[in-house]
């Protein structure tokens, strides 16, 4: 007889409490349910997320139902460190409209040391909380996010 499956509020708390274990940063439910709201029920095209005042908690700093990419980069400070999960669509030849979850760490240089750190050191906490990601994209200026960028990334083997 196998066991039961837990409950998904169980299976969230238990990734917020493993989450906060390994970095001292927690992940706020607000993120994990955007997060949902997106993957699911397409009710945004992105989330931006940052840390809260005081660095201890990761928060929900922006959802957007618009589909322009430029306005998703528009909405990434120029100086300060942010993580993003964007519903990128793109098609590929005769294969159709694809989508791919793409996981964005924003950490520009112009960002102060200290965020930078902490921003980096925490990326892992709420990567790991957002299950179904597709594919990761790291970037410090504009270019490195750019759309043909992304696209060369989550086109690859699709």
């Not at 349910?33 to 922006?62: A, C, G, R, S």
């Not at 200290?114 to 957002?130: C, E, G, I, P």
């Amino acid at each position: 007889m196998s066991s039961p499956v837990p409950p998904s509020s169980v299976v969230a708390d238990r990734l917020l409490d493993y989450a906060k274990a390994t970095s001292g940063v927690a992940v706020n439910q607000a993120c994990l349910d955007q997060y949902q709201e997106l993957k699911l029920k397409k009710q945004h095209k992105y989330v931006i997320y940052k840390l809260n005042p005081n660095m201890t908690e990761i928060i929900v700093d922006k959802s957007s139902k618009d589909t322009d990419y430029e306005t998703f980069l528009g909405d990434l400070p120029v100086d300060e460190p942010r993580w993003a999960v964007y519903d990128f669509e793109y098609s590929k030849g005769d294969a159709g409209k694809r989508n791919k979850l793409v996981f964005y760490s924003w950490n520009p240089d112009g960002a102060k040391i200290k965020q930078k750190m902490v921003y980096a050191s925490s990326r892992d906490t709420l990567r790991k909380a957002l299950v179904g990601i597709a594919a990761e994209i790291q970037g410090t200026d504009l270019d490195e996010v750019g759309h043909d960028t992304v696209f060369d990334r989550v086109s690859k083997g699709a």
